[in-house]
């Protein structure tokens, strides 16, 4: 059974930086898309940024110059770096993967973490 455990979330004043993990386990497939993903009080979830096995990243014009999504395939873990964080920022961030091939910026994940709560005060 696939699980996802992210870990690194917190709080941070506005400006600051954060860096989540999100470590598989109980596999030894790499997955073929990753992503992170947030959900705010009263919001829907939305995508944040994904990447591929390939490498191929994507981001929330949001995010755009502020977020980098990468991974450690030798370690199975995903990261998002979080940088020039703002209070809109706020949000439960969850790690998830999918091991079908196709579009990875997609909602229809197969797998998710618990999530990690991120807070971002003025």
């Known amino acids: 059974q696939v699980q996802l455990v992210e870990s690194g979330g917190g709080s941070v004043q506005a400006a600051g930086s954060l860096r989540l993990s999100c470590a598989a386990s109980?596999?030894?497939?790499?997955?073929?898309?990753m992503g992170w993903f947030r959900q705010a009080p009263g919001k829907e979830r939305e995508g944040v940024a994904t990447?591929?096995?390939?490498?191929?990243?994507t981001y929330a014009d949001s995010v755009k110059g502020r977020f980098t999504i990468s991974r450690d395939t030798a370690k199975n873990t995903l990261y998002l770096q979080m940088n020039s964080l703002k209070p809109e920022d706020t949000a439960v961030y969850y790690c998830?993967?999918?091991?079908?091939?196709?579009?990875?910026?997609?909602?229809?994940?197969?797998?998710w973490g618990q999530g990690t709560q991120v807070t971002v005060s003025s």
């Open positions: 109980g596999t030894a497939y790499i997955a073929y898309c």
């Open positions: 990447i591929a096995r390939s490498g191929s990243t």
């Open positions: 998830a993967a999918d091991w079908r091939v196709g579009s990875c910026y997609r909602p229809d994940y197969g797998y």
